[in-house]
């Protein structure tokens, strides 16, 4: 299940909330999110993990963090092939990020209202609540999103985190 960078996963597979990965970055005192990229032939070529308290930076969410990676290793048109994985459903800003970065596939695991349920209006989870379906649909191009995917996994790496 803990698969890393050069590990292999289906291009067309039901998304992996990689809850070995996040529950580590948890431990590393950070919130439990966490993003992988997948190139064209199913190769995991970056992750992204979330450090909004260990960096002190509001915009180090796991998928902002990844697609800041990712548009320095990568051209637009790699990007345009590649899926993105995420442990919860891409908020605004990152929906934002994976739009300017060209990636046009996202596949998550907990959907925003999941993730709201499960931190109980903690204020360490601000959201915005606008999906990212809405937001992709606003663009010039368009990137498919699947979701939510594997909710049991994915709501485990929670347990006990936001209490
Ligand atoms: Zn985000």
Request: glycine share 12%; charged share 25%; net charge negative.
């Amino acid at each position: 299940m803990c698969l890393g960078v050069g590990s292999r996963t289906g291009p067309e597979g039901p998304g992996d909330p990689r809850g070995r990965d996040v529950a580590f970055r948890r431990a590393n005192g950070n919130h439990p999110f966490g993003a992988l990229l997948v190139d064209a032939d199913g190769e995991v070529v970056l992750e992204g993990e979330n450090t909004v308290l260990t960096a002190h930076d509001c915009t180090g969410h796991a998928e902002t963090n990844l697609m800041r990676m990712a548009s320095k290793s990568f051209d637009p048109e790699f990007l345009s092939r590649c899926t993105l994985y995420t442990s919860t459903e891409p908020c605004a800003m990152c929906a934002g990020a994976i739009y300017w970065g060209n990636v046009r596939r996202v596949v998550f695991a907990l959907s925003q209202e999941e993730i709201r349920r499960i931190t109980g209006g903690n204020p360490e989870n601000m959201q915005l609540t606008i999906s990212s379906r809405e937001i992709f649909a606003r663009g010039d191009h368009k990137v498919h999103v699947s979701g939510p995917h594997l909710l049991e996994q994915a709501r485990a790496v929670h347990e006990g985190f936001w209490d």
